[in-house]
């Protein structure tokens, strides 16, 4: 089995877990922190394939053949869709939505976790009475 096919395995295994927390949790606010750590994490990784394959490949990969195409699409559905859930309880939290919407349409999963960080800490405040 090669290292690409584990870290496939692992991130499969990872995000069924994930949607299974979702599923069994009944929190009203999400995790900051843990949003904060999936976010660094994956910037930490697209960089390392940045550093290492370059910006070119995500053209390249995306663009080779249907599936690949069909993944682009996809997360640019995926992206718009959190968006779209994302963005009511952002603005109700004072968030300025363009910057954000910029970092998301530029780095998807990373602006998303990073934006979802920044509103779960400001609703937890909001709650706090801070």
Avoid at 59 to 79: E, F, K, P, R, S
Avoid at 90 to 108: D, F, I, K, Q, Y
Avoid at 117 to 123: D, Y
Wanted: hydrophobic share 60%; aromatic share 8%; with cysteine.
């Amino acid at each position: 089995m090669t290292a690409l096919e584990i870290v496939w395995i692992a991130s499969l295994i990872g995000g069924s877990l994930g949607l299974l927390t979702i599923l069994a949790a009944k929190r009203e606010t999400g995790n900051a922190a843990l949003a904060a750590l999936l976010c660094g994490a994956f910037a930490a990784y697209t960089a390392a394939q940045i550093a290492s394959e370059g910006v070119v490949g995500f053209y390249t990969n995306h663009t080779a053949n249907l599936t690949g195409l069909q993944v682009w699409i996809d997360l640019i559905m995926c992206a718009v869709l959190a968006m779209f859930f994302i963005a009511p309880r952002a603005r109700a939290a004072g968030m300025n939505l363009l910057p954000w919407a910029l970092l998301v349409g530029c780095t998807a999963s990373i602006g998303l976790l990073a934006m979802v960080a920044r509103l779960f800490w400001l609703e937890r405040k909001a709650q706090a009475g801070g």
